[in-house]
T-cell receptor
Framework: NAGVTQTPKFRVLKTGQSMTLLCAQD?????MYWYRQDPGMGLRLIHY???????AKGEVPDGYNVSRLKKQNFLLGLESAAPSQTSVYFC??????????FGSGTRLTVV | GIQVEQSPPDLILQEGANSTLRCNFS?????LQWFHQNPWGQLINLFY???GTKQNGRLSATTVATERYSLLYISSSQTTDSGVYFC?????????????FGKGTHLIIQP
């Protein structure tokens, strides 16, 4: 099925560990985004990409890095996980500035 | 950055009731979207509506861009309408830097 696929769906990390979240889309979208959602909050933009090989910082980029080596993939890395990064992470893609498609989310707990 | 405020924050209704959700934004936008996050966490795009009125079944939305607000109407509510409704915008004076979300309206439809 066409859409946005996020892996993994759940993960528990210890403080200081690193990990990479993978987002893959098969709709040939140019734009891809990583958001985090915390209880009682809307989604906040971490990083985004407007095309292969490009990345840019969003509202809350500290502690995260991203890469877009292939058009269909957008990776989010946590260099040294902290409890404040416990959240649900959503990836999204869009053809232009409308028609967003979101993945099903990754629930990350840092202990 | 642009501010997005949604009201009410919480809403409990009986099945069959109608409701109006409001989204106010602090600056001009070239993109406004409404999303429904179901109880399983999935985000579904309801409307792309930077201006004007659209309808899709029991749902309709109106954006008055000059007055910086949008309304989402839900008629004849069903229990499956429960979840969180988010308004999200893109500031017209910025780049392709993704959607800015409000904190959402948590809607509970009781049978």
């Amino acid at each position: 099925n066409a859409g946005v696929t996020q892996t993994p769906k759940f993960r528990v990390l210890k403080t200081g560990q690193s990990m990479t979240l993978l987002c893959a889309q098969d709709m040939n979208h140019e734009y891809m985004y990583w958001y985090r959602q915390d209880p009682g909050m809307g989604l906040r933009l971490i990083h985004y990409s407007v095309g292969e090989g490009t990345t840019a910082k969003g509202e809350v980029p500290d502690g995260y890095n991203v890469s877009r080596l292939k058009k269909q993939n957008f990776l989010l890395g946590l260099e040294s996980a902290a409890p404040s990064q416990t959240s649900v992470y959503f990836c999204a893609s869009s053809f232009s500035d409308y028609g967003y498609t979101f993945g099903s989310g990754t629930r990350l707990t840092v202990v | 950055g642009i501010q997005v405020e949604q009201s009410p924050p919480d809403l409990i209704l009986q099945e069959g009731a109608n409701s109006t959700l409001r989204c106010n934004f602090s600056d001009s936008v070239n993109n406004l979207q409404w999303f429904h996050q179901n109880p399983w966490g999935q985000l579904i795009n309801l409307f792309y509506i930077p201006s004007g009125t659209k309808q899709n079944g029991r749902l309709s939305a109106t954006t008055v861009a000059t007055e910086r607000y949008s309304l989402l109407y839900i008629s004849s509510s069903q229990t499956t309408d429960s979840g969180v409704y988010f308004c999200a915008v893109v500031y017209s004076g910025g780049g392709a830097d993704g959607l800015t979300f409000g904190k959402g309206t948590h809607l509970i439809i009781q049978p």
